[in-house]
């Protein structure tokens, strides 16, 4: 019995989840009550208080599951392309952004953290969350493309903490603009392309290599 409960239980978080998903990216978040969610689930407001402190503790669960799933997505490119870094790097990128396209759930997050929330009020600690998160990514990327130099497959000059921000800035950016205007490029078809554009950016770009007079200026 005791088994069954708490599959009902989580059940219904998952279904809270969902329904705080199809709100948030339909009326965005500060416009959204849980009251708003609560109905769309089919559930009380109860309900939602048994699994959630509040919307912002809601929210949190969303964005923190959705950066697990995408560092799981990476393990798994990471898998599949052993020794070979850069194709882990390329293959992922390339998958993640083609999922934006198929992956409606997906989509549908990131149209919330990208264009449908504001980071104010009940949602200033969401803020703080997102600074700890960019962070956290800079020595991430820095460390995979040091990887690649050491591979070989990226110039031994390359600066990995200015190529870094270079990176998150590149894919982010073609994020964002795709999911304001979807129809302005095919995501699905460029996405290869995009993504190599930003190889060849690490590969040849004399912007980016360290200077031979400074110390490295690696801070990652």
């Known amino acids: 019995m005791a088994r069954k409960t708490k599959a009902q239980a989580l059940e219904t978080k998952t279904l809270l989840?969902?329904?705080?998903?199809d709100c948030f990216a339909s009326r965005g978040v500060s416009a959204t009550s849980l009251s708003d969610i609560a109905d769309h689930a089919g559930m009380t407001r109860g309900a939602i208080y048994w699994h959630f402190k509040n919307k912002t503790d809601l929210f949190k669960e969303i964005w923190v599951s959705s950066d697990e799933e995408i560092d799981g997505l990476h393990q798994q490119f990471s898998s599949l392309y052993p020794n070979d870094p850069l194709?882990?790097?390329?293959?992922?990128?390339?998958?993640?952004?083609?999922?934006l396209v198929v992956d409606e759930r997906r989509r549908k997050i990131m149209e919330i953290i990208y264009h449908k929330c504001e980071?104010?009020?009940?949602?200033?600690s969401?803020?703080?969350?997102?600074?700890?998160?960019?962070?956290?990514?800079?020595?991430?990327?820095a460390e995979k493309l040091r990887l690649c130099i050491n591979y070989q497959q990226l110039p031994?000059?390359?600066?990995?903490?200015?190529?870094?921000?270079v990176c998150r800035a590149y894919i982010t950016g073609v994020i964002e603009n795709w999911l304001f205007s979807?129809?302005?490029f095919d995501l699905a078809?460029?996405?290869?392309?995009?993504?190599?554009?930003?190889?060849?950016?690490?590969?040849?770009?004399?912007?980016?290599?360290?200077?031979?007079?400074?110390?490295?200026?690696?801070?990652?």
């Open 126 to 141: 969401m803020n703080q969350l997102q600074q700890k998160l960019v962070l956290e990514d800079y020595p991430k990327i």
């Open 17 to 21: 989840i969902e329904a705080a998903i």
């Open 156 to 165: 031994a000059e390359l600066d990995p903490h200015r190529s870094a921000i």
């Open 189 to 220: 078809e460029l996405a290869p392309t995009l993504v190599q554009a930003m190889i060849d950016l690490l590969q040849y770009s004399p912007t980016l290599r360290v200077s031979p007079y400074s110390s490295g200026g690696d801070t990652c």
């Open 87 to 99: 194709g882990q790097l390329k293959h992922f990128l390339i998958s993640f952004l083609q999922s």
């Open 182 to 184: 979807p129809s302005s």
């Open 119 to 124: 980071f104010v009020g009940d949602m200033q």
